[in-house]
């Protein structure tokens, strides 16, 4: 882990799931988060995932901090209407670049099918990652697939068994949200009845001694 990047982690804590849900929801989890993660240009180095029938774990040692920044590329008008016999870019060319938020200089020609146009090159600089995963850890938690679902309280969710915890952090820090009722925290649990207190964690490391 660096600057670059920080470790994902990810325990969604319920009431006993039967032990036949839990092979194809582990895949369904890995291969739902790494759709997510790609889609939202979000690099992540393996996602491991593992369970028991009272938790699901999904976590990452490297997360990219932020999105991939994203190269935007328009296509404007004709040249023949965008430039004058000498060379002086019109309305159109001029109008085109400050839609784009770009100078006249910095536009390009792309020759198509259907003749020479103006091209406009922009980049998007990639949101942080932090600011994405609260919609997106619940997202994916709400793909996930069972044989049987239930819904449970006066909520509309629906997953193998109720969720009594998330546990939801990047980089030591809680990713805020809610699913299924429950608020996620920085807190996992132990063995229903050896060790029901809640136990608070810091990343991969002091969850996996815990």
């Known amino acids: 882990m660096n600057a670059m990047t920080q470790e994902l982690l990810l325990e969604i804590g319920t009431e006993e799931i039967p032990a036949a849900f839990l092979p194809g929801a582990l895949t369904a989890?890995?291969?739902?988060?790494?759709?997510?993660?790609?889609d939202q240009r979000i690099a992540a180095s393996t996602l491991v995932t593992?369970?028991?029938p009272r938790r699901l774990v999904?976590?990452?040692?490297?997360v990219a901090a932020a999105q991939r920044d994203l190269v935007?590329?328009?296509?404007?008008?004709?040249?023949?209407?965008?430039?004058?016999?000498?060379?002086?870019?019109t309305p159109a060319a001029i109008g085109f670049a400050k839609s784009q938020g770009v100078a006249v200089e910095d536009l390009t020609?792309?020759?198509t099918d259907k003749g020479e146009y103006l091209c406009?090159?922009?980049?998007?600089?990639?949101?942080p990652t932090h600011l994405l995963l609260p919609e997106l850890l619940p997202r994916i938690i709400a793909q996930l697939p069972f044989p049987k679902s239930m819904r449970w309280k006066d909520i509309d969710t629906r997953f193998a068994r109720p969720i009594h915890?998330?546990?939801?952090?990047?980089?030591g820090s809680v990713i805020p949200f809610s699913f299924g009722g429950v608020t996620s925290s920085a807190q996992t649990r132990g063995h229903r009845f050896m060790a029901?207190?809640?136990v608070a964690v810091s990343g991969i490391d002091s969850y996996l001694q815990a």
């Open 29 to 38: 989890l890995k291969t739902i988060a790494e759709k997510e993660f790609a």
């Open 50 to 52: 593992f369970g028991t």
């Open 196 to 198: 029901p207190a809640p």
């Open 165 to 171: 915890w998330i546990l939801a952090l990047f980089g």
């Open 120 to 127: 406009a090159q922009r980049r998007e600089k990639g949101t």
């Open 72 to 89: 935007v590329t328009k296509t404007g008008p004709a040249k023949r209407a965008a430039f004058a016999p000498d060379g002086t870019p």
């Open 109 to 111: 020609v792309v020759t």
């Open 58 to 62: 999904l976590m990452a040692r490297e």
